[in-house]
Nanobody
Framework: QVQLVESGGGLVQAGGSLRISCVASGSTFSIDGMGWYRQAPGKQRQLVASITTTDIIDYADSVKGRFTISRDTAKNTMYLQMNNVKPEDTGVYYC?????????WGQGTQVTVSS
């Protein structure tokens, strides 16, 4: 089992920056990749960015050039640096981790961008 805990969400003005974090615990050695999903009010959860254990990275088109995903393996922590945020970036951000057997999810952290 893998447990994920997000932190760092909050209120930020449009054009500002915010960094959210996800700490993994438990069977972290089994993780093949991690990612961030976003769920805006009334919308489906969508992938924002992902990173594998071999550092293959992918971004949603809407955040390319503004968001950066990274990980610190020594701290079992994944980050999402969000720059030049927009009101449409508002939502609950969920951390996810996966291996060949399971997907794991955190509880989410709220990010609100004011215009």
């Amino acid at each position: 089992q893998v447990q994920l805990v997000e932190s760092g969400g909050g209120l930020v003005q449009a054009g500002g920056s915010l960094r959210i974090s996800c700490v993994a615990s438990g069977s972290t050695f089994s993780i093949d990749g991690m990612g961030w999903y976003r769920q805006a009010p009334g919308k489906q959860r969508q992938l924002v960015a992902s990173i594998t254990t071999t550092d293959i990275i992918d971004y949603a088109d809407s955040v390319k050039g503004r968001f950066t995903i990274s990980r610190d393996t020594a701290k079992n922590t994944m980050y999402l640096q969000m720059n030049n945020v927009k009101p449409e970036d508002t939502g609950v951000y969920y951390c996810t981790a996966y291996n060949r057997r399971n997907d794991y999810w955190g509880q989410g952290t709220q990010v609100t961008v004011s215009s």
